[in-house]
């Protein structure tokens, strides 16, 4: 969702769009080019004028592939690589080569090979490269239409022992907020093993909505997008901005969605940002869906949730707490139905996934790709009447504890648990039952969003400043937040320990920015504890 944790009252953000109309819901704890070409007709058809908006934002010198190239869910022996043709004309297909090789000037080419794309994939290209060597990076072009895409670099996942694995991971970046600056770092940066991005890649508002309009990047289509054109011509949006298209070719990605692919609050049944008039629910979400698969560098599937190996160093369990089975949400804390054993998350086909790739793993440590905060977090001394955030694992009480109980049962250590969606930066000791004896049972990393409004969008720092210090106070298990600064967190995984540290950029309101860093925390192997060193 929006879940800006944003802390309101004191200094945090809330989400103008739905605040209005349910201000104690979402006011949260620290809270494609879409081009439906018709049948091919002689005389050129005069482009709508939403295909005219996306065009002027239009790099000439990278046509026909203005959206760049992309890459993602590395395993051992094959990768997904990812373009877009963008014909001048309607047509109803045109024919895409590839070639995926060692070298970036491509002297060692060592797969290639050729496709169709047409109208009915909004003309993407996904190509699933098998048959590649473990731990390797390489690079890969398309050609159509008489020209060369831009030159990718990707790397597939490690079989044998490493000494150390780096992933990056970011969540929640929003068009009119401003610039994906944080993006454009991580490309910045050597190959790393994967970028993990935890949702919220889009957001469906229209224009002022939910943003700040004043820097001039304004929402494409202009209204709330519900249908498939519409989609496609967000995804087409967010992906002309420089910092996205150059992360996406110079690092492999493995991304889950959240709720803003589809609408705020997305569930399986139904979204607080989606009413009647605005169409059929089930309808809205299979073309969010849909959109999603054509222009993500994933592999298609009947579920999103997934596993990825990197050796014995790693698992990453990418989860799914929107549209796998996710429940209605619970808005009133003292509802007796919020306690309900039966409520989930997850679904229990989900969980049981879930449950059995926690017990089966045998690496080192197992990272989880998580959506929404799952540590227990009070807010009473912050919101005295919203004592919890019931849009995250809060408003699941009895699921969360079947999947804590479970952890606690079966020894499973060495959990890294990395949750987006807050809009803010979290190091957590993560527990339940939080009292000054409480007792960890995994490292819960919470990362701040690319662009989205953090608390200081809306009210003074040093009052957010504030806040964050009274939440930490309300929570011994809580050892920093940061509510305030855009960036991303850097993971780095040892064998004896590992490493978070939080980059910064210094500004969204330009497309170019200098990064700091701004905090560091250490965990050892077999302890649930941070250390600042």
């Known amino acids: 969702m929006c879940n800006d944790l944003a802390i309101a009252a004191a200094g945090f953000n809330s989400n103008l769009v739905t605040f209005t109309k349910n201000a104690m819901r979402l006011l949260l704890f620290l809270p494609a080019l879409g081009i439906l070409f018709g049948s091919c007709e ?3 058809p005069k482009p709508p004028k939403w295909i005219e908006a996306v065009e002027r934002h239009f790099d000439e010198s990278l046509k026909p592939f203005y959206h760049g190239v992309a890459s993602g869910d590395p395993l051992p022996d094959r990768i997904v690589i990812w373009t877009r043709v963008t014909p001048a004309d309607s047509l109803p297909s045109v024919d895409v080569k590839w070639q995926m090789a060692l070298d970036e000037r491509f002297t060692a080419i060592v797969k290639s090979d050729s496709l169709a794309t047409n109208p009915g994939k909004d003309y993407t290209v996904k190509v699933d490269v098998v048959g590649l060597q473990p731990d390797q990076v390489y690079y890969y072009r398309f050609l159509a239409l008489g020209k060369n895409s831009i030159v990718g670099r990707t790397k597939t996942a490690p079989v044998s022992a490493k000494d150390s694995l780096k992933f990056a991971v970011v969540s929640c970046a929003n068009w009119e907020w401003g610039y994906f600056n944080p993006y454009d770092k991580i490309a910045d940066r050597p190959v790393l093993d994967a970028v993990l991005h935890l949702g919220d890649y889009i957001y469906e508002y229209g224009v002022a909505k939910y943003g700040d309009t004043t820097i001039g990047r304004l929402n494409i289509p202009s209204h709330e997008i519900v249908s498939l054109k519409d989609y496609r011509t967000r995804y087409s949006l967010y992906r002309l901005d420089q910092g996205l298209r150059r992360l996406h070719q110079q690092q492999p990605m493995i991304a889950i969605w959240d709720d803003h692919e589809v609408a705020n609050n997305a569930t399986v049944s139904g ?30 599937n ?12 790693a698992d990453v369990i990418m ?35 879930f449950e059995a790739n926690l017990q089966s793993s045998t690496a080192t440590w197992k990272l989880i790709g998580n959506q929404v905060i799952f540590s227990d977090v009070y807010l009473r001394k912050v919101f005295p009447k919203m004592p919890r955030n019931l849009d995250s694992w809060d408003g699941f009480p009895a699921e969360k504890k079947k999947i804590v109980d479970f952890i606690r049962a079966n020894n499973i250590t060495n959990l890294i648990i990395a949750s987006g969606d807050t809009h803010g930066s979290w190091a957590i000791e993560a527990a339940t039952n939080i009292s000054k004896n409480y007792r960890p049972f995994a490292i819960e990393l919470g990362i701040t969003s690319v662009s989205s409004g953090n608390g200081d969008e809306r009210k ?3 009052s957010v400043k504030l806040a964050e210090k009274a ?7 809580i050892k920093y937040v940061n509510d305030r600064d855009h960036g991303y967190l850097l993971l780095t995984l040892y064998a004896d320990q590992s490493k978070a540290e939080w980059f910064y950029v210094e500004t969204l309101r330009k497309p170019t920015s200098n990064e700091f860093l701004g905090k560091t925390y250490w965990f050892e192997r077999g302890k649930s504890r941070l250390k600042q060193r």
């Open 319 to 353: 989860l799914d707490e929107r549209l796998a089975g996710r429940d209605p949400e619970i808005t009133d804390s003292l509802n007796p139905d919020l306690k309900n054993a039966e409520r989930s998350m997850l679904g229990a086909k989900q969980l049981q996934w």
């Open 302 to 313: 009947q579920e999103l949730y997934r596993r990825f190996s990197f050796g014995p160093l």
């Open 42 to 44: 002689r005389a050129k």
């Open 460 to 462: 003074p720092a040093d």
């Open 471 to 477: 939440l930490m106070n309300e929570n011994p298990h």
């Open 271 to 300: 979204a607080q940002n989606h009413q009647p008039e605005e169409g059929d629910y089930q309808k809205r979400k299979a073309a969010a869906r849909q959109t999603y698969y054509e222009w993500m560098p994933i592999r298609e």
